[in-house]
């Protein structure tokens, strides 16, 4: 399979050719300008220039009644040559929908734009990409129209995709902030799609008001456990409590499902300043969520709009979406890094209604929450809350600055190597080979710390001379990321970590995978956090809140269950560290497979604006060329999995010391209570 690159965007005008014609509170949101808008911002980042351009076409009958009957296809149809009045009797048919002369048209195209996306990354021709339509689709049935919606866009796509490239497993992930029940109900007893979705619930006060939108509805028969709904019980939620939600909830269950094909139903009514969510998630949490998928599915990626009615927050989060799709830098995470309580009481409940599908889930061994903060509680949200976020102008305000905070401009280099002399090595294309040592003073002021004796390799020294000049460079931001083939990786660590430090880095992450060099452990102040992931954790250390050690040993051809930790540990760890430079090392005897490896590599990649520095011992060709890859921006397009369950005793030792933890990292929390 030759490897898939670039990023398709699906875009047509013509979509915005249908408007609401008549007076309805309700349904005046949705507006022809959440397509344009957000089409011209894509533009003025220079976003929409850099994807490959798709023209939509019309869906046919067919592919309509994948999911629709052909009754409620011929309502549809009927609108095109209806009179207002037809048209306004039409849409009070069907909850919160209305059907304007063009809707027809427009829905044909929108759901077209959609199986062209589907088609274009199924086929190779792209890795990845969005289809910014209009209408939107989960929340129609196989016979209604609702809540904007008329044909389901992402579950035909998921249908089709099924039908035409004959795929085992699907994974929708639907982040806007309502639920996706037309999703739902599509799915609910097919175990061939996993069907995730959070939403503004408040225990059944929101719209549209469903128990089945609850988290004990699991799906039926054959497909239960393959439905996973998060009901968020307050308003207000953000960027911690979605890291937490993926981090601890839907990432765990779906390395352990290990889908083929990734869809998105990507509504941006749940980040700041909508007035239907009223939560606070910013653009660059949906650059976080995006880069999470990124390494499920070999990188088959397709996101579908959805919902989202503050035309600023919409278009700048559509932006920071393709942005991390086309393989950029992750922004840095803003706000608070520890989820609200609300947040936890769902995700534990929803974590013990799934316990019974999901290995992963199981061995955790949570049960729901037994009495729930709010339930007997109906105070509404205070006005000032509800009335914040329908403060539109406010929240345009707001993202003028912020997005002129987090965006940077991008580095001249994107991944630097330091590859030792006459070695041979396959880097991809975008790698640049650092040729220049850094002057003789720099290196004498980071060696002046180690004992001579120990640079009496000169590969070594010449190596780490390198590697000096390639640090300057991250920290001047003129490298992204790099790669350091050392003859000792451990050793080198120990000087990167130095020099960082010399440098003027606040906060270095330093994730350390096997033995590591006694220099390595220094400083517990802070400025350095340490990991280091071993098969034998050293006699008597115990973790402090800055030198951690995680013991690890699974792996084997079978697949590996090293996702357990990484998503719910390193990850938590490293978000709630809010590190400035990573450093990855590869030292001898490491515990964990190449693929952990290489998985550790691209997540890590969503922290500390994806500066990172990956020494790898400069025997292991392989994992380097790999690794490179991923650090150019091309996600590994291997299958990363099987994945396999990790066992109990790891899984307990595990939760042991993220109960420990949790006080000092929060996003290490994953439940309410015990
Ligand atoms: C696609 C979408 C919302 C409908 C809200 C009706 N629909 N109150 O976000
Ligand atoms: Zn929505």
């Not at 939600?245 to 269950?253: G, Q, R």
């Not at 942005?323 to 409940?349: F, K």
């Not at 280099?413 to 030792?420: D, E, K, M, R």
Request: aromatic share 8%; net charge negative; with cysteine.
């Amino acid at each position: 399979e030759a490897m898939a690159s670039g990023t398709a965007l699906i875009y047509d005008d013509e979509m915005t050719t249908y408007k609401l014609l008549w007076d309805d509170p309700v349904c005046a949101i949705e507006v022809p300008e959440r397509l344009s808008r957000s089409y011209e911002r894509l533009q003025h980042y220079g976003l929409a220039q850099r994807c490959v351009r798709l023209p939509v076409r019309e869906a046919t009958d067919q592919e309509i009644t994948l999911v629709h009957s052909p009754e409620y296809l011929e309502v549809v149809k009927s609108t095109q040559t209806m009179n207002e009045e037809e048209l306004q009797k039409t849409s009070e048919k069907y909850t919160a929908v209305y059907f304007h002369q063009n809707s027809y048209r427009c829905a044909k195209l929108s759901l077209g734009g959609a199986l062209q996306l589907v088609d274009a990354v199924l086929s190779g021709d792209v890795r990845n990409g969005m289809a910014l339509v209009r209408p939107p689709g989960h929340h129609s049935y196989r016979d209604q129209g609702n809540g904007f919606c008329v044909f389901n866009n992402v579950a035909v796509a998921a249908k089709y995709a099924q039908k035409k490239y004959n795929l085992q497993r699907i994974l929708i992930v639907d982040w806007d902030v309502h639920h996706g029940q037309g999703i739902q109900y599509t799915f609910e007893d097919d175990p061939s799609v996993l069907y995730f979705s959070w939403h503004r619930y408040e225990h059944m006060r929101y719209w549209p008001n469903l128990s089945e939108s609850n988290y004990d509805a699991v799906g039926k028969g054959k497909g239960a456990g393959f439905n996973v709904n998060l009901p968020w019980n307050k308003i207000g939620m953000g960027n911690a409590d979605y890291i937490a939600a993926f981090l601890h909830v839907l990432l765990p269950v779906t390395f352990e499902f290990d889908p083929d094909l990734v869809l998105v139903s990507a509504g941006y009514d749940s980040g700041i300043g909508d007035p239907e969510g009223c939560m606070r998630a910013t653009p660059e949490c949906f650059s976080h969520l995006t880069h999470l998928l990124m390494n499920l599915a070999r990188g088959k990626l397709c996101a579908v709009l959805e919902g989202g009615y503050h035309l600023r927050s919409l278009s700048e989060s559509v932006c920071t979406t393709v942005r991390t799709l086309l393989g950029d830098a992750v922004p840095g995470l803003t706000g608070e890094m520890a989820p609200c309580y609300s947040a936890l009481e769902s995700m534990q409940n929803v974590q013990a209604a799934l316990a019974p599908y999901w290995q992963c889930l199981s061995l955790n061994g949570i049960g729901p929450v037994t009495r729930c903060s709010t339930e007997d509680d109906p105070a509404p949200e205070p006005v000032s809350a509800q009335q914040q976020c329908a403060d539109t102008a406010a929240t345009d305000h707001f993202l003028e600055l912020h997005m002129k905070d987090i965006l940077r401009p991008a580095a001249a280099v994107t991944t630097s190597a330091v590859i030792p002399d006459g070695l041979k090595c396959v880097l991809p294309a975008g790698v640049q080979i650092v040729k220049q040592s850094a002057p003789s003073e720099q290196i004498d002021a980071a060696f002046s710390a180690f004992t001579k004796a120990r640079f009496n390799n000169s590969d070594v020294l010449h190596s780490a001379g390198k590697m000096l000049t390639v640090l300057s460079n991250l920290k001047a931001d003129q490298t992204r990321n790099a790669v350091v083939l050392s003859p000792d990786a451990s050793l080198s660590a120990a000087v990167a970590l130095r020099e960082t430090l010399l440098l003027g880095f606040e906060r270095v992450f330093c994730v350390h995978v096997g033995d590591t060099d006694p220099e390595l452990r220094i400083g517990d102040d802070g400025k350095s956090l340490f990991l280091r992931i071993c098969g034998a954790l050293p006699a008597a250390v115990p973790n402090t809140k800055y030198q951690l050690s995680l013991k690890w040993t699974e792996t084997s051809d079978e697949g590996s269950g090293f996702f357990y930790p990484l998503l719910r540990f390193v990850l938590p760890l490293g978000y709630s560290y809010r590190p400035d430079v990573i450093l990855l090392a590869v030292g001898s005897n490491a515990s964990i497979g190449s693929k952990d490896i290489l998985l550790l590599a691209s997540l890590l990649q969503g922290l500390a604006e994806g500066r990172i520095l990956a020494i790898i011992p400069e025997w292991e060709s392989e994992l380097t060329t790999a690794i490179s890859s991923s650090l150019v921006g091309c996600p590994t397009t291997k299958h990363l999995g099987p994945y396999k369950c990790p066992t109990k005793e790891c899984v307990d030792a595990l939760k042991e010391e993220q109960r420990m933890l949790q006080v000092e990292w929060e996003l290490l929390r994953s439940y309410a209570a015990d």
